[in-house]
């Protein structure tokens, strides 16, 4: 039989069980109905049922995953930029010129801003920031600050390759997404006519290119 010290440094025979891992692809089926029901009807008129319906699954896992409608729509919001941050990203916007990569990321701008459920999103989002601004601070956060620091580091990566002066990149990326926006950014909110039916289309690349070259004028080395 062996002694007390033998059986210490014996190895176990049962291995404890780590537990259940989570299922990501249902916290994605999730999150695509949140972003579905926030997006198309608003943060005020979804619900945790009707969120938890369109997945398929109980109110109970929504919650279990969630905690709360709020901590949902900043995580839905958050996957719905995450497109948009990774167009951004400097693996997808390395090679080429600097002039190339700027007019890529205008050009992923207009086309993620511009879809139809992304118009009614911030239609529906500016009604109910009136009644409850912490859901247009979650806006912010989960969404247009985190593609802002994405183009930062894109001109971060720039200065410090040589390509860029810039003594300030998070004022420089304000003067950069301002240009490209412009005057339509204002057009597709107020129901102008401003479609991005053809991709590219003419109007929007005439836009950027133009944005792009005066940026270039004022922080592009000489």
Known sequence: MPDSKTAKTKPPNVIKALGRPVDTTKSATILNAARHEFFNIGFAQSSIESIAARAGVSKVTVYNRFKTKEALFAAAVGSECAVMRKALSVEATSGGTIRARLVHFGMEMVAFLWRDEMVRFERHLAVEVEHNPEIGLLFLDAGPRRLHQALSQLLDEAVADGELEIDDTELAAEHLSGMVKGLADLERRFG????????????????????????LKSYGKS
């Open 192 to 215: 102008a006519n401003v479609s991005m039916a053809k991709i590219p289309d003419p109007k929007a690349a005439k836009r950027v290119n133009s944005a792009v070259d005066l940026f």
